[in-house]
């Protein structure tokens, strides 16, 4: 059950084998996996409330309002990061059930076979490869049919989808004029620098093909909708509490930390759940915050005992090592026929946003633009082999491996993410995705160490070495040589409008390292 209030908690008078801490991507699965066995009783603390009846959350195109600086968002800020011109960015996290997967893009990407290999190479655990995993990836997906119906031949590999996991998985339900834009140069034109890609979640990411996106019926699935669907949360030996917020994992023996210290929605303490029963064969699965973890005492203990926290494990690779992808928007003005998302967003003329919201409620399975992910197609995409970015890496490929991508393409049939600016545009993410940028999440020394609801300095460093700068730089002079190239195509020329947006006034070195500093 879906529990609202510590009181409901008490009244079940139940004691658990498995206390999960967030109710996230990562955390529901592994409740509704632990919960198949009906001798294991679960229990999810999830910080935030529910994911219910909340449009941003619930219809694709709209996950663009779920964050930043929303009720659904944990509202962080990063430390001023040098790579960005000492500029600080909101950080979005999902502050709700189904965290981040609440709230995210819905884009579906499972990464090359090679970054899992380096993965389990890295761990020394075969079970971690690429084969090793193909029975999982297929129990968590269920491909379905786009909502509009059109023929998807060509637009993904069956034999690459599995159709009996949990969370769904489709394509884009409404056409967009940048489709055949990008298209027009990757299959018509054939451009061998950016190669057509049947299904980019073959192992084999490399090329440029259509987004998969985690939506279910134009519905967004997420781990909330999906792995606590009501078959599941049905479970007498599942509960989900609430509102409820970890602020320590609790030692209760030399070696064991079996249960947990958290608040209610008021910042009242609640009374810990009972420890799992002794003969338990396994601890608390807590998928937490490396914050959560410091203010345990788990963590560097010189530095613990430096902020006032007694030091119980010494673990200093907690909250270290943070690698995030640096992703920044560019777009261009263009002579729309059928329309971008822009007049959703800029909401012209008034009421368009209404009348898609409206369209969207009132259709079962959902219709219209909202049923779009705001990407519509990816490029995955690798430096030239001789390029000499790698100098600056010690010759070292950063990517995992010659199918691994070094930066991505996202295109978008309008501007994603900024403030609605007047006009219509072809949008595009830019990101760097093999980092070489290492940052950390720490305990504030100066606000409130010991007070854990206090906010982690969090320092994904962005940027943070020549070499993610270059390839940054790298992937914004490919975006512009991808535009340029199809607007040669008629009737692309006509498409392209006469006024760029300033997003890509750029051509110099100097101009775009100042540009991607500024954009990010
Ligand atoms: C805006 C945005 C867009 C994104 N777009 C994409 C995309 O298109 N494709 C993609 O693959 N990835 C995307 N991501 C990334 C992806 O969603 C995350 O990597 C993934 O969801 C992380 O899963 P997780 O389980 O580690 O954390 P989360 O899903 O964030 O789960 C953590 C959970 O723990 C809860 N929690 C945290 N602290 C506590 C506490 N003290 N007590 C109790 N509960 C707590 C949180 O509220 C949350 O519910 C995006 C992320 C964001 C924020």
């Not at 919960?35 to 219809?59: D, K, Q, R, T, Y």
């Not at 990464?111 to 290999?117: H, M």
């Not at 799992?276 to 914050?291: E, G, I, Q, V």
Request: neutral net charge; hydrophobic residues 35%.
């Amino acid at each position: 059950a879906i529990l609202h209030s510590t009181a409901e908690l008490q009244a079940l008078n139940m004691a658990f084998d498995f206390i999960i801490v967030g109710g996230g991507t990562a955390g529901n699965v592994v409740a509704n996996r632990l919960s198949e066995n009906p001798n294991h009783s679960v229990l999810v603390l999830e910080a935030g409330g529910s994911n219910e009846n909340l449009i941003n959350l619930e219809a694709p195109l709209l996950a663009v309002l779920a964050t930043p600086n929303t009720p659904t968002d944990w509202n962080y800020t990063t430390t001023p990061q040098p790579g960005l011109g000492g500029r600080s960015i909101a950080y979005p996290r999902g502050f709700v059930l189904g965290g981040s997967s609440s709230v995210n893009y819905l884009v579906y990407t499972r990464g090359s076979s090679s970054d899992f290999d380096r993965f389990a190479s890295l761990v020394a655990d075969p079970r971690w490869s690429w084969d090793a995993l193909a029975p999982y990836r297929r129990r968590n997906e269920n491909f379905t049919a786009p909502v509009d119906g059109h023929n998807t031949t060509g637009q993904f590999d069956p034999r690459v989808q599995s159709t009996s996991g949990i969370n769904s998985v489709s394509l884009n339900g409404f056409p967009t004029e940048v489709d055949g834009f990008v298209f027009g140069l990757v299959k018509e034109r054939g451009d061998k620098e950016f190669p057509f890609n049947l299904d980019m979640n073959s192992g084999d990411p490399l090329g440029v093909g259509y987004v998969q996106l985690t939506s279910l019926n134009g519905a967004r699935s997420s781990s909330a909708t999906s792995y606590l669907a009501p078959k599941f949360i049905a479970r007498p030996n599942l509960q989900v509490l609430l509102n409820a917020r970890v602020t320590r994992v609790l030692q209760t023996s030399n070696k064991d930390f079996r249960t947990v210290e958290f608040r209610d929605a008021t910042g009242t303490a609640a009374p810990s759940p009972s420890p799992p029963k002794k003969n338990s064969s396994s601890p608390p699965a807590p998928s937490t915050h490396p914050a959560i973890l410091l203010h345990s005492g788990i963590g560097n203990s010189t530095t613990l005992a430096s902020l006032g926290i007694t030091p119980l494990v010494n673990l200093p690779s907690v909250g270290q090592n943070l690698t995030d992808h640096s992703l920044m928007t560019l777009a261009w003005g263009v002579n729309t026929i059928n329309g971008t998302f822009d007049a959703i967003f800029q909401n012209t003329p008034p009421g368009t946003l209404d009348a898609a919201v409206d369209e969207w409620k009132t259709t079962s399975p959902h219709r219209g633009q909202l049923v779009n992910d705001l990407i519509s197609e990816i490029g995955w995409l690798r430096l030239p082999p001789n390029s000499s970015i790698f100098s600056m890496n010690s010759n070292t490929d950063p990517a995992a491996g010659p199918n691994s991508p070094h930066y991505e393409l996202l295109f978008s049939n309008g501007l994603i993410g900024a403030p609605p600016a007047p006009g219509t545009y072809l949008g595009m993410h830019v990101a760097v995705v093999s980092p070489t940028s290492r940052g950390s999440i720490t305990l504030n020394p100066t606000t409130g160490n010991l007070n854990p609801l206090a906010p982690p300095l969090i320092n994904p460093n962005l940027l943070g070495t020549p070499v993610d700068r270059a390839i940054m730089r790298f992937a914004v002079r490919s975006a512009v040589t991808f535009v340029s190239r199809a607007s040669t195509i008629p009737p692309f020329g006509e498409y392209m409008s006469r006024n760029p947006h300033p997003y890509h006034t750029t051509h110099g070195r100097a101009q775009r390292s100042r540009m991607v500093a500024r954009r990010l």
